[in-house]
């Protein structure tokens, strides 16, 4: 199984990923750490990103995924997935793929996330790309959705419970 946690910048799919990824004993990867530099220079300058900027970012987690799914391992994956035709991207024509991934929709309000990405230090998004973010966001119609005002343990237990894992 690969579970996607998808949403906004901010929404903690990073801290949540990592701890669900602990739990599991599976391997975490972060698609922040899949952007070419150009999207992080542009990001960092307040620039918001367009489909054509995300599609090499999007093509290279495709591979990952696929190698993950075809070697049979199990693994999380942190990855805004923001449009519908993003998330079918991550798929791709692979069937096994499809079988295999599981997306996580972390919802949280506007005011919420902003407070969290104002808090940050180490990341290059800035709390003015968050519009943007929302804008660009298409809630998934096929996914477990949770709310991420509880504690991120919590939201860990929701998730299991859910997806069974």
């Known amino acids: 199984m690969i579970i996607v946690l998808m949403g906004v910048s901010g ?5 949540v990923g990592q701890l669900l990824a602990a739990d599991l004993g599976w391997p975490f990867y ?11 220079q ?3 300058a307040g620039r918001a990103l367009t489909d054509a900027d995300r599609a090499a970012w999007l093509d290279a987690l495709h ?3 696929r190698e993950l799914v075809h070697r049979d391992v199990s ?3 942190a990855c805004s997935a923001l449009k519908q035709c993003y998330r079918e991207r991550l798929i791709g024509d692979d069937a096994a793929i499809a079988q295999a991934m599981r997306f996580v929709y972390l919802k949280g309000t506007p005011e919420l996330i ?4 104002a808090a940050r230090t180490r990341h290059f998004m800035p709390v003015a790309l968050l519009p943007s973010q929302f ?11 949770v709310d991420v005002s509880a504690a991120p343990a919590t939201i860990v237990q929701r998730i299991r419970r859910a997806l069974g894992v």
């Not at 929404?11 to 801290?15: C, F, H, N």
């Not at 972060?30 to 992080?40: K, Q, R, T």
């Not at 902003?114 to 990405?117: A, H, K, P, T």
């Open 11 to 15: 929404a903690g799919k990073t801290t």
């Open 42 to 44: 542009a990001m960092r």
């Open 135 to 145: 804008a660009t966001l298409e809630e998934p119609r096929a996914a477990v959705v």
């Open 114 to 117: 902003r407070q969290r990405l």
């Open 63 to 65: 591979r990952v995924i």
């Open 30 to 40: 972060d698609a922040d750490d899949f952007h070419p530099p150009s999207n992080v």
């Open 75 to 77: 693994a999380v994956l």
